[in-house]
């Protein structure tokens, strides 16, 4: 039975009207306060910002995938050079994908479409072939064929050597039938079973697993799949696959999958999400979120600013050209207060480098930020006001 | 006459065995030691660097080209915004060129071959006419007619506020004759005195202006044209146009120069250097470079190291795949010293932002110290040593 003995939970304080709570999730690359936000450093970089920056904004966690890194430079490479932690110089804890999710639902694009519900699968040529051993899929470095299962997901994420690992999984699609999603969610069940075998066979303690419920939108399968992780040894709970094409569809997902999940492991909630999502899913229990959003957005000008009913500002708008004032001068980062939103439109403009980096560190702060005061609206019984706060132009 | 009351500029030191000297050349926003690397920030930013990244990478002084800044955001813009320092949020020394180099040199494409003497004229379709007056140039951001005058660059970098400025000249190429670079040059001189009234007019001490040598390949202009700058109440003298084709024209074209300019002005060699040019030109007593290499080549995965017979390495060079060491172990700078080149080259491959931001951290951080290594040795009489240190490998 696996122990994960350098690793632990516990749930310091509860939300007196949701199912809201504070946490410590340590690993053995430090302990991080929960709710938090793992920022997505897709291929070994969290884009467009160092080590450095991301501790200048006060980023606690990050991840990187599995897919990206297994295609390039590759999990043999990663291990020789130390572990991803020393190769992208970050010391703090760090999660891995199973490299399923971007096999099966992005091919190589945006991975956004399928978590939301749109139906892009024509557009995924690359997976050749799903069978009870694992997928093949042509890598998008080389059209390589590769063969992804759960055994070498688990030997690629222990080389890679991130503290938290996710079991292989098939993430169904917006557009499957509840028999198709059903049939597939018995797979990853199967598949779940082989990770822990493949993971306890190579377990030092540095590590500790997740266990994924699927289901896509079906609430019986989505309660079976989080019984499923509830009764396995897994160290955590994370809740993937399909979430629907509304807010209230996700929204239902998690309300069926929340009771069922095991109560004392941190819930992690795959590729969600914007600053409505935070609140509206810390309240239903989730402890960590994960996007790209903070980042890809940045990469198109746009900034994550407290207060806006849409929660963010497109800087490319020409009403910044002249706009002396900065993205947020409460916010004690450079990034964020000193520099004037005419600047940055500039930078956008003429296409240099800067404009990004700014917008990145600023959004991470942002998301960072947001967290910190999230944690302690739950501590203080406000969440209610805290998200007016954020969400009310 | 004009007298630059907050600028000054003393000499220190001598070598004994050449003409380098250390100097302070003072400015309103802090002084600094030379010989010096002045950086370029093109577009209002050194390219993919932070102000606090080149503080961190020790750097003292940086420029922004006049001709970029025009044509976007606008000189009027930059001034309402506070200046350029306060725009790019540098608040150390800052120059600004006259715009006429890229107008008559580059078109819209690189410096680097007009300085050299490489004929790429046919390729420069935006100068459409140069008269007594000025010129005029089709802006590449929109195609619109632009003029060019002394009297329009002094009122432009006035708006811009750097601390050093350069009067506006006729950049001639290699190809051009004796007689083309005479007539040019005794143009130059006229549009140098109207540079001189024009900033006189406006002058409130906070800004100091340089003249410039013209005259190509031909000594005779270049020490006439030397001449010229020194009779005229410049703060400094930079040496441009065209330094010919080969090294050897280069150093002939500075040795024809320096004995006629005036010894106790600050003197730039503009658009150069690479690390061989900072040790032969120091020795003619050029106090100021700067060119875009640093950053332009990290662009191109290209790191500078000191102990190097050319001076650079290609970090997208397969030897590197697997490398674990970092691009200098010896500098105190997380760029230089933590990440592995393994990992540069993983970020090279990939086409993430981060590779390029250590790349330039680590060749600004690597002139900056070379150029604090050539003082120390001014200071020591043992340039030669210390040139054989780094460009032996």
Known sequence: MLKYPNFSFDITARDSKSSARLGLLKTPHGTIETPNYI???TKATVKALSPAQLRE???DIILSNTYHLMLQPGADLVEKMGGLHKFMQWDGPLLTDSGGFQVF???????ADEIKGRDKSHENKSLLKITEEGAVFRSYIDGAKIKLTPESSMDIQRKLGADLLMQFDECTAYHDSEDYTAKSMAMSMRWGDRCLEAFALNDNGAQGLYGIVQGGVYEGLRTESAAYTKDRPFFGTAIGGCLGGTDEEMRGIVEWSAPHIHPDRPVHFLGIGRIRDVFTFVRLGIDTFDCVIPTRLARHGVAFV?????ETINIKNARYRDDPSPLDETMDLPASRDFSKAYIYHLLKANELLGIQILAQHNVATFNRLMREVRQAIRDGNLDELEKEWLSS
């Not at 639902?105 to 991975?111: L, Q």
């Open 39 to 41: 920022f997505c450093g």
């Open 57 to 59: 904004a006060q980023t």
């Open 105 to 111: 639902s992005m091919g190589h694009g945006s991975c």
């Open 306 to 310: 407290k207060g806006q009913a849409k």
